[in-house]
């Protein structure tokens, strides 16, 4: 199946995870020459005024984080309780310059990011 007359959302297509989700695309013939792009879910203003922490509050299931590694590229690793165990599931990414926290690419609605990724490492759940 091709994105031919569909609309393809990548999230964070700049950096070196949504590249690598754009790639996947391209390699398994999925992305034609029409496909058009959007970029979602941006927030403009203060990490206090977004009702971004809000998502985590109301998420359905159990979720525990962990500090790794995809690709290369320093993440937070998002674990859902499957009811069994703790499965890695998607991740958030965070651009940091000179200690500060530049921007934060949250992937949580997007988990097939860590299967299109190369390499993932996790680091350990906190209890």
Partial sequence: M????????????????GSAVARAFAREGAISADARLRVADR?????????????????PTPWR???GEVDGDPVII?????GERWTPTSLVHLEVANHRILRITDYMLCPWILTAATSVVAGELES
Avoid: C, Q
């Fill in 2 to 17: 091709t994105l031919k007359n569909k609309v393809a959302v990548v999230y964070g297509a700049g950096g070196a995870i």
């Fill in 43 to 59: 927030w403009v203003g203060t990490l206090a005024d977004s009702p971004y922490f809000g998502t985590y509050e109301r998420w």
């Fill in 78 to 82: 998002i674990h859902l309780w499957d």
């Fill in 65 to 67: 984080l962990a500090v």
